[in-house]
């Protein structure tokens, strides 16, 4: 397998790596490949962790505000929804595409991806769907909005009484394991063994 330094640009032949093995870069010494074990079980695993997560993120209530004798319960879709309907339909765009087609995107075509490489196939969408996960990948900011979440948090508690849901706990699950999934994803062992169509045992 070919691969450029993606610091000097200089390319390299690599040869058969073991797990934990790291390869640097023979002029600057940059990282070019760390292989991380077992990448195909701990990526089903957090894959599996991540669809529950983001499916009790989206059912359940995210918040509930009491006001006198008022409670009105939101979810992330009604979120949304409320921010179109209030003419902000760019941010709620935005809104929806980071919290929820993204990571929604990105956890389907995980799935797609490692189940039949762990039933020991190698699947010929293998390329397109790990284009399809490094596009999506900057898309899903979802740690972003759980910041804006508890900014309005902190200055909405002066008007109402907020009560948190199960979804909005769910979602910050969400956001630590899409980021060990990310770490967990090794690309190089998923390209080399396309180039070579075998799936060894590991």
Not at 92 to 110: D, E, K, N, Q, R
């Amino acid at each position: 397998m070919l691969i450029a330094c993606h610091e000097c640009d200089l390319i390299h032949r690599l040869g058969r790596l073991s797990p934990r093995d790291t390869a640097r870069c023979s002029r600057c010494g940059a990282v070019l490949v760390r292989r991380k074990p077992d990448t195909i079980e701990r990526c089903l695993a957090f894959t599996l962790a991540g669809l529950i997560l983001f499916m009790v993120a989206n059912i359940f209530p995210f918040l509930a505000f009491k006001m006198e004798f008022q409670v009105r319960q939101t979810t992330l879709l009604t979120g949304v929804v409320e921010l179109y309907r209030q003419g902000f339909g760019g941010v709620a765009a935005v809104v929806l595409i980071t919290t929820f087609l993204a990571p929604a995107v990105h956890l389907l075509a995980m799935l797609g991806l490692v189940v039949p490489i762990k039933m020991g196939f190698m699947p010929p969408w293998v390329p397109h769907i790990l284009r399809l996960v490094k596009m999506t990948l900057p898309w899903s900011m979802m740690e972003i909005f759980m910041l804006g979440i508890l900014v309005a948090l902190v200055k909405l508690t002066k008007l109402a009484r907020i009560e948190p849901g199960i979804a909005i706990f769910s979602f910050f699950g969400l956001i630590c394991v899409m980021a060990a999934l990310t770490a967990a994803l090794d690309t190089h062992w998923i390209w080399e063994k396309w180039t070579t169509r075998r799936l060894p045992t590991r």
